[in-house]
Every structure is written in C-alpha cells, then in structure tokens.
T-cell receptor, first 114, second 109 residues
Framework: EAGVTQFPSHSVIEKGQTVTLRCDPI?????LYWYRRVMGKEIKFLLH????????ESGMPNNRFLAERTGGTYSTLKVQPAELEDSGVYFC????????????FGEGSWLTVV | AQRVTQPEKLLSVFKGAPVELKCNYS??????LFWYVQYSRQRLQLLLR??SRESIKGFTADLNKGETSFHLKKPFAQEEDSAMYYC???????????FGTGTKLQVIP
C-alpha cells in the first residue's frame, strides 16, 4: 500500500512568489491534515479536511495560505505571496476514521523562501 | 489550551546507556499521548501511544497524570535509535494533534 506522498520534496522560491504543495493521501482515507514545522519550533496543525470539506482550519496562519481538496482525493496548499517566515517543512497526513485512528504522515515538503 | 513541552532540544548518550526523553503536557481533560519518531531522511511515524501500553523497539512511556508527564525511556540505547523524537497530545479522540518541539537523540558509539 502506498503511503502519503507529497510533492515537491524541496522548493526554493523568492519572497513574493507563489508555491503550491501537493499531498496525495493513502487511498480510502477521508481525513487529510496539513501541519507545518518552522525552524526550531514545534510541528503545528494547519487544517483538517474530511473528504472535500474543511473540518477545522483554525491553524492557518493568514489569508496568504489557501488549501483545497477538490473531489476529496488529493489536496493542495498554496502560499501566495510567500514570505520569509513561511520557510519550513510542510507535512501532510491522513487517516481512515475520524476518531481514535492512527495518522500516517508524508515525508514533508521543505520550503525555503529567500 | 493544550500544550506539549519537551525541554531538551538535544540529548546525547553513549551506546548502552539508559535514555529518558522528557515530555510534559498541559490539558484540562483526558488526553491521549503519543511519541512520534523521525529517522534521518524518513517520514514521521508513530512510535507508541499511552493507551496501548506497549513497548516498541525497547521504548516505553508511562502517562503520569499527577505530574502531567509522558517521558520516553529505554534501558539501553542503540545507535539506530538516533533520531528526532516528538511527544504529541490528542484531545478526546479527535484527530487534531498537538506536538512538542522535538528532541534530537544522538547515540554515540
């Protein structure tokens, strides 16, 4: 069974540019999460999809971040325009059931804004 | 608000020595506690959870509600244990997980 896959694995962009990160969850997993780890800080929750609906987006830092999950399959996280403080690792995770299930993480997308 | 604290950024121990990675949490309800591990160039993966009370790769962790702690322990460190370890908390079964800042464990041969 394929795990959670993320693309790109690494991205270096200039301040003001746009970057789109993609996540493909494990097949059949309705729940999809985005997390972020900024250098030296903890891994922070960004948002949670149940199928194509946003269940919880309380962790999204500001309106420069837009997450979508059209059709309830893969998800994209777009940062526009990117700022220096957006640099970090963006993790995607998925799980089958909402309650009490194991969350499976992707390898993360490293974003560097220069 | 829920919070997870890992006081040590880096912990270096010699191979064969005991390991204890500290984790304290704050949460008003009954939390579910986890340890996640990320080995070099690998994805974050679940190591153990307090409700299963199992030992994985020789690691154990006991939830101490009085001290609000969930320290990770292993009696004899191995080189392959070198990794980044994250303590995490989930409230009420809902999947939103709160992570600590992580502790890098370095096992010296």
């Amino acid at each position: 069974e394929a795990g959670v896959t993320q693309f790109p694995s690494h991205s270096v962009i200039e301040k003001g540019q746009t970057v789109t990160l993609r996540c493909d969850p494990i097949s059949g997993h309705d729940n999809l999460y985005w997390y972020r780890r900024v250098m030296g800080k903890e891994i922070k929750f960004l948002l949670h999809f149940v199928k194509e609906s946003k269940q919880d987006e309380s962790g999204m830092p500001n309106n420069r971040f837009l997450a979508e999950r059209t059709g309830g399959t893969y998800s994209t996280l777009k940062v526009q325009p990117a700022e220096l403080e957006d640099s970090g690792v963006y993790f995607c995770a998925s799980s089958q059931e909402l309650w009490g299930n194991t969350i499976y993480f992707g390898e993360g997308s490293w974003l560097t804004v220069v | 608000a829920q919070r997870v604290t890992q006081p040590e950024k880096l912990l270096s121990v010699f191979k064969g020595a005991p390991v204890e990675l500290k984790c304290n949490y704050s949460y008003s309800g009954s939390p579910e506690l986890f340890w996640y591990v990320q080995y070099s160039r690998q994805r974050l993966q679940l190591l153990l959870r307090h409700i299963s009370r199992e030992s994985i790769k020789g690691f154990t962790a006991d939830l101490n509600k009085g001290e609000t702690s969930f320290h990770l322990k292993k009696p004899f460190a191995q080189e392959e244990d070198s990794a980044m370890y994250y303590c995490a908390l989930r409230s009420g079964g809902y999947q939103k997980v709160t992570f600590g800042t992580g502790t890098k464990l370095q096992v010296i041969p």
